[in-house]
């Protein structure tokens, strides 16, 4: 069981996250969480320098790409992302449920730092727009204290 800090399902930028196990729970050895996401509510390309994410396709279809590389993904497809790969997925479906592992753990407290408590085990209602400069500042600060540097926006 997740501790305290994470035990409550988190909504983080129109994404449901579970916590089902923190570093604290194994040791140190890995992190673990249920993520619910819907279409258009992906995080946008980037770069883990100290951690690799695992995805297991629980429900949905979803585009992952790796260093511009295409991989389409469905119930139960396992996709390994490496640190210091470029790496972002796009969700096919409306939505899309997977197991995300992270190894070692520590980015988990991120998560939590900018994300709120759900106020109910679903996902949150979709966004009217893009989120507001201040939460995508604070976003770029704590995850960028933890090593993950994203993709400068195009356009």
Same mark, same amino acid.
């Given at each position: 069981?997740?501790?305290?800090?994470?035990?409550?399902?988190?909504?983080?930028?129109?994404?449901?996250?579970?916590?089902?196990?923190?570093?604290?729970?194994?040791?140190?050895?890995?992190?673990?969480?249920?993520? &619910?996401? *819907?279409?258009?509510? &992906?995080?946008?390309?980037?770069?883990?320098?100290?951690?690799?994410?695992?995805?297991?396709?629980?429900?949905?279809?979803?585009?992952?790409?790796?260093?511009?590389?295409?991989?389409?993904?469905?119930?139960?497809?396992?996709?390994?992302?490496?640190?210091?790969?470029?790496?972002?997925?796009?969700?096919?479906?409306?939505?899309? *449920?997977?197991?995300?592992?992270?190894?070692?753990?520590?980015?988990?407290?991120?998560?939590?730092?900018?994300? &709120?408590?759900?106020?109910?085990?679903?996902?949150?209602?979709?966004?009217?727009?893009?989120?507001?400069?201040?939460?995508?500042?604070?976003?770029?600060?704590?995850?960028?204290?933890?090593?993950? *540097?994203?993709?400068?926006? *195009?356009?």
């Amino acid at each position: 069981m997740a501790t305290s800090d994470t035990a409550r399902p988190l909504w983080h930028l129109g994404s449901l996250f579970r916590w089902l196990a923190t570093a604290r729970d194994t040791g140190g050895a890995y992190a673990l969480a249920e993520v &619910e996401v *819907r279409a258009g509510c &992906e995080p946008p390309p980037h770069t883990h320098t100290h951690e690799e994410e695992s995805f297991y396709v629980l429900e949905g279809e979803v585009d992952f790409a790796l260093d511009g590389e295409i991989t389409q993904a469905s119930p139960g497809d396992l996709l390994v992302l490496p640190r210091g790969k470029t790496h972002a997925f796009t969700v096919r479906s409306p939505t899309a *449920r997977m197991l995300l592992w992270i190894t070692p753990p520590g980015l988990e407290d991120a998560f939590a730092a900018t994300s &709120e408590i759900a106020p109910k085990d679903e996902l949150p209602p979709p966004p009217d727009g893009p989120p507001p400069r201040e939460v995508i500042e604070r976003l770029l600060a704590v995850h960028g204290a933890r090593g993950v *540097r994203f993709a400068p926006p *195009r356009g």
